[in-house]
Nanobody, 125 residues
Framework: QVELVESGGGVVQVGSSLTLSCAAS????????IGWFRQAPGKEREFVGA????????LNADFMRRRFTVSREISKNLVHLRMNNLQPEEPAVYYC??????????????????WGRGAQVAVSS
């Protein structure tokens, strides 16, 4: 069993940046891919980005264009989601999740075994 806890959510102004962090109860470097997903009100949960077991990263193309980044802080066993230029349509709950499947499945929600409870992000104008 892996427990994941997101932190860093809150209310920010339009155009601001925000970094979410995901803390795991076990070491995830070399053992788990950590993915970020988000779910806006009334919408399905969508893939944002992920960092693999040995540091490779991928982002949903929409978020890549918006200069989101995903990274590991190995010494602290954290995974960060840096979000830039947040827009009014961004409010959502952001979840981190852990996956032990092959990298090719990284965008598939069904392959993630463990999920955090989510961090709320709101954008004010």
């Amino acid at each position: 069993q892996v427990e994941l806890v997101e932190s860093g959510g809150g209310v920010v102004q339009v155009g601001s940046s925000l970094t979410l962090s995901c803390a795991a109860s076990v070491r995830t470097y070399t053992t788990y891919t950590i993915g970020w997903f988000r779910q806006a009100p009334g919408k399905e949960r969508e893939f944002v980005g992920a960092v693999g077991r040995t540091g490779q990263t991928t982002l949903n193309a929409d978020f890549m264009r918006r200069r989101f980044t995903v990274s590991r802080e190995i010494s602290k066993n954290l995974v960060h989601l840096r979000m830039n230029n947040l827009q009014p349509e961004e409010p959502a709950v952001y979840y981190c999740a852990a996956n032990r499947a092959v990298w090719s499945t990284v965008r598939q929600e069904s392959h993630y075994l463990y999920w955090g409870r989510g961090a709320q992000v709101a954008v004010s104008s």
